[in-house]
């Protein structure tokens, strides 16, 4: 008896069910759609290969949505143009940024982390007083320490030399590292959920503490590692001011990517006919760090609840 | 209340700071007093003691660091015909009196004249080094100290085998943290440090000293009074628009948090609906939007949203409208209002993927069994909403709450990309939808107005600062950090 | 015990010896690498490189390498201000950029006889007054003059005529015709909207306008004359002012670019007044066959312009004018002083009238050697260039006698011209709104003639004072 009226209750509820779960389902595929629009734009452009009736290319933005002739012109023109005075600048500056990326991503793992399991783990005098400071540190904003942070690279060499250009890349990539050690909330969030006992039974035994972080903490600590390591990889490919005053406007061989494709568009002489090239360019660098993006998911999801759950 | 509360006012107040300090000296005198000869003469040259007690390499290092300082301090390397050392010191006080530039026609030497802004860099330089250099003598003689005590007691002073073993151990912090504080020292204090000096100076390109741009001066207050009074272009600048941006920095930074929040919520909920499909493909839809990098998905509705772009040719073929719109007021006749909304709307589409993706692994986590006894007890769904999800949600990402809401404040990308600053008012550099960090780096970087930029800076720390001091040390978060387990 | 220490202190004291032996005492260091390092335009890079090349192979005994590199004339002096050192041994800049980077003391004066005998000979007295500036109360040549420009009109050749370009009232009825606006400009600054500042009367070439007339050329000097509020100037902006609220007449560039309001399809604008550095773009909106090129307009006074003012009458025609710069070398102080006598030989050849020649037929550059035109002529009498080429030659050097060089010798002439808000008066003028337009007001309102008295006396102000004034005076026009 008791079954049967389980039974039409479920059946009574699905109609209702049935009626809010296709009215999600349509939300829900509206919504996608309008969250796709710019970015599909952005790939339709650079596909884009219009052409004046006199022959000359269209590169501009222009009012319609949908192309009306496709091709892979831009893409071509985009590897092998001359910007700024530098013949085949865009694949120099891909070059350019996958070097500060990789070593931006190794640097800064290693120091967040290192930051983080301290400051979760160990107990020392300045422990609050660091953490303290590091977040009202974080509080100025950073377009103020800039120029000083070029003055003090140059004054060592490593950026805005003439005879050495190159070596502002490795410029860039101390400032982008040094940054990182204080954004050590999220990876301590994380280090705060293991639980203290592993460590103290670990310490019981004999270990050190450093035995702890390489042995005990370390395998654990997958998830926030592949986190730090997305995210600082994909900084470097995003951040298109700091890298711009610090290698210098003069330097256009060695920008990084957005930097380039910024300039092509905002830069001194913009050109506005290179929208196409510029659209061609976005979808290159966009597609490592989508792709990377979707496969790392589920660490990335982590780590921002990580990050959320404990602030 | 007691000064010493006042002071302290933990539960178990410990000593106050005057009394800290006093024990200071004492242990300062105790300790030459008590020393060997060797820490006796670790005062003067550091190392001295390490190299009494057989420490030949921690002797050594302690030695390279004092010689390597004063060097410095002595003989002051140049960069940029600007010094180092004691010169830096003098030349702090901004005191020139030529611009220096002799030329000699017959060579072509040319010696260039002061540069001010390295002169300030510089100085301070020189007065970290010289706070390095304090630390490294107490540290060389606290070792020999040290090594002192253990030899009264018997022990034999550590080797340095014995201290890197240490390092790895009882004091792996300090190998830990070592690498960031030099970083952060010479990356982020330093150069923040300078530029609020700036602050205080006349380094302003439009204020210029009629000799040139390389030269300014100490300006003490007068740049912020200049605030108050409005007088120069530091005043006119900051005086007349500093609260504009200020209430619409904060207008801004609650409609951004708290729309991107809920509809972040709202979001995950109906990805999370029971019995839906597709989970995955419509998470991942949306990580899509955070994947690609700001500057190209905002410049792309930028260019949507322009006069010649589609929405407005399709509203003009339409014939809704006569002349295009100037959805992100780039025209300063644009309506600013409107370039206001569709920042906040814009901005939904950029946080709200983010605020989605977190809120589902929190939904996820809210114990089914709460609903199932809502349900027997015949709660509607809307009901069930309002009564467990959001208040659970809520408590748990209260923290996030309100480091979203600081984020906001320092929100560049998202105004910068689209708007530029908003319907710009003639005559000022803020326009109508800036920030206050956007207002500082088109001051600062566009327009050279350095102590303008420092200036406004300045006023976001205090702001955020109180801010955050307030709310964090309120929040049972920040309190209970260390309990969480 | 005693020993140990006495061994220790010698050795603390050795160390620091060595160390200290390091660093230098503070002179400054002169790096010669042994090559010779040269900036100029992104598009002639290439040219000034094979140049360079010949000649190191024709003077074998030239002693340095020489590396040639394009780049954005625009923002050479703001990397050069922000960091000398960084830059190029030998660089290239407008000619208003000579006074701040001499004062500044980022360029090396020229001295070299020969050199400063060519320069003299070879260039029109417009130019010859404004590359010279001052170092130590001393006046010295800084910058090298090899290219002229000017602005001048792209319009849309399919929908203007010829007779129509001539004129802003032309390009109105034009306008009218094809449902949109008339002409803009690429920018709203100072240089930009120069057209309406310097027009000139067309049958005299007269204005009343004067810009640091007679201004020393030493830091800290007199700042000679300056005048924008004769009543010629006055009745100008009172046109501009109905012109820009015409539907058919000016417009301000759109945020999506000038380009995109002269794209033949958008339908934004018909004309806009740019240089050679935007042939290129101009030519992508319009397709190079439908790019006109001429002279700056003419445009004449309406009875409603001129209510009110005496020194002008309606029908009064203008023409509008421009600055007409040159790009000229200059020599970083920086450099170091061994390569000072080969640096200076360097730009003596590349400046010379031949290689300019050259640059003009491979790179387009408008040479900016007094009496270049005949050249031009020739050059397009023998079918060595194209028509555009040509066309743009001619409207260049025609705009040079429409217009004068910027004339900016010392930086803080140039800070008070361009920075201080005085071009956003200007175009609070055009715009009829108040100055600034939120805020504590300092002009109410630019609609009446009053108002837009009061504005030019406020520009005029910050043209020679460098901030606005306390009070205005009773009776305007009044001496700034």
Known sequence: ??????????????????????????????????????????????????????????????????????????????????????????????????????????????????????????????????????????????????????????????????????????????????????????????????????????????????????????????????????????????????????????NPAHWTVSVGLYSLLFGTHPDTNLFTQFAAGCVIVAIPIVTLFMFLQQYYVEGVTAGAVKG | MSTKALIAPSINSGPSFGERLGKRFSNFGKRFADGSPGTKLSHLIFGAGNFYHKQYIKGFLFLLIQAAILAIMIFCPSINNTPYGWKALKNLTLKYTSMGGEFDPVTGQFTTGSDCKLMVLFGFVTIALIIVYFFVWNLSINSSYKADMDRKVGKKPA???????????????????????????????????????????????????????????????????????????????????????????????????????FGGIILALLINKKGLNGKKIFRTLFILTIAVPQFISLLAVRNILGEYGPVNSMLMNAGWIQSPIGFLGLHPTDSEKLAKVMVIIINMWVGIPYTMLMTSGILMNIPADLYEAARVDGASTVKMFFKITLPYVIFVTTPYLISSFIGNINSFNSIFLLTGGGPTYTGYQAGGTDLLVTWLFKVTIDQGMYNTGAVIGIFTFIITATITLVTYRRSKAYNEEDTFQ | MKKLTAILLVLAMTL?????????????????????????????????????????????????????????????????????????????????????????????????????????????????????????????????????????LYYNKALVTEEQAKSFEGLREAARAAGCKAITVTGDDGFNMSFAILARKVDDKSTTVKIYEGADKVLGGAKGTSNCQGDDTVAIYRWLQAFAADPNGFKWASSDGWDADLDKDNKGVLAVIGGSWHFKTAS?????????????????????????????AAGDTFRGGTFADCKCFMINANSASSKYAKEQELIKHLSSKEIQDRSFLECSNVPAYSGSVSYIEQCFAEGKITESQHKMAAAQLGMAEWGIPQPFITSTLNTYYYSKQAPSVLRAIVDKTAYPTTGTQIIEETETLEGVRKALYLVEYIWMHGLTPTEFPATLPAGA
Not at chain 1, 27 to 34: Q, S, T, V, Y
Not at chain 1, 111 to 132: D, E, G, I, T, W
Not at chain 3, 120 to 146: C, Q, R, W
Request: charged share 15%; aromatic share 14%.
């Open chain 1, 1 to 250: 008896m008791s079954t049967d009226l389980k039974q039409k209750k479920f059946r009574s509820q699905s109609r209702t069910q049935k009626v809010s779960l296709s009215a999600t389902y349509i939300i829900l595929i509206i919504l996608a759609i309008i969250w796709i629009i710019p970015l599909l734009w952005i790939a339709l452009s650079a596909f884009r290969c219009e052409f004046q009736p006199d022959g000359t290319f269209i590169g501009r933005v222009t009012s319609n949505f949908f192309p009306k002739a496709v091709g892979l012109k831009n893409f071509k023109d985009l590897f092998t143009a001359t910007y700024y005075g530098v013949p085949n600048a865009f694949p120099k500056w891909i070059f350019n940024t996958l070097i500060i990326a990789i070593f931006d991503c190794i640097i800064s793992t290693f120091l967040v982390l290192s930051v983080a399991y301290c400051m979760s783990k160990l107990r020392f005098k300045m422990r609050k007083p660091f953490m303290n400071l590091s977040m009202v540190i974080g509080l100025f904003p950073s377009f103020m320490s800039m120029i000083a942070i070029y003055f003090l690279l140059k004054s060592i060499g490593l950026t805005g030399n003439p005879a050495h250009p190159e070596y502002s890349v490795i410029g860039l990539i101390l400032a982008y590292s040094a940054g990182a050690g204080m954004g050590f909330q999220v990876a301590k969030g994380f280090f705060d959920v293991i639980p203290n006992a592993l460590v103290e039974s670990a310490k019981l035994d004999g270990c050190t503490n450093y035995q702890i972080f390489r042995r005990i903490i370390l395998p654990l600590s997958k998830p926030i590692i592949i986190y730090q390591a997305l995210m600082s990889f994909t900084g470097p490919w995003m951040d298109f001011i700091f890298a711009k005053v610090i290698i210098g406007a003069d």
């Open chain 3, 284 to 312: 992508a909106a319009l397709g190079e066959s439908n790019l006109g090129i001429t002279l700056i307009p003419t445009f004449t006074l309406t009875p409603a312009s001129v209510e009110g003012l005496t020194g002008v």
């Open chain 2, 159 to 261: 080797t340095f085998k014995e201290d890197m073993a240490e390092l790895l151990d009882s004091r792996f912090h300090i190998l830990m943290l070592t690498p960031t504080c030099i970083a952060a020292a010479i990356f982020t204090i330093l150069p923040t440090v300078f530029m609020i000096a700036l602050a205080f100076t006349s380094y302003n390109s439009y204020d210029m000293n009629v000799l040139g741009t390389n030269l300014f001066e100490w300006n003490g207050f007068r740049n912020f009074v200049a605030v108050f009074t409005g007088e120069g272009s530091l005043g006119f600048e900051v005086h007349n628009r500093f609260l504009p941006v200020l209430g619409w920095t904060f207008v801004w930074a609650i409609f951004a948090t708290l729309t991107c929040y």
């Open chain 3, 16 to 152: 620091v010896l060595f160390t200290g032996c390091g660093g230098d005492s503070g002179k400054k260091e002169e790096k010669d690498d042994g090559i010779i390092r040269v900036w100029v335009g992104e598009e002639s890079a290439e040219f000034y490189q094979k140049v360079c090349d010949e000649y190191l192979a024709a003077n074998s005994d030239f002693g340095y390498k020489i590396e040639v590199k394009g780049m954005d004339t625009g923002s050479v002096a703001g990397v050069i201000t922000n960091d000398p050192t960084a830059a190029a041994d030998i660089y290239t800049v407008a000619h208003d950029n000579i006074g701040k980077l001499a004062s500044t003391q980022c360029a090396k004066p020229i001295t070299d006889e020969a050199l400063i005998a060519q320069v003299t000979a070879d260039n029109p007295e417009a130019f010859k007054n404004v590359i010279y500036s001052s170092l130590n109360d001393k006046e010295y040549l800084y910058g090298v003059p090899y290219i002229s420009q000017a602005l001048f």
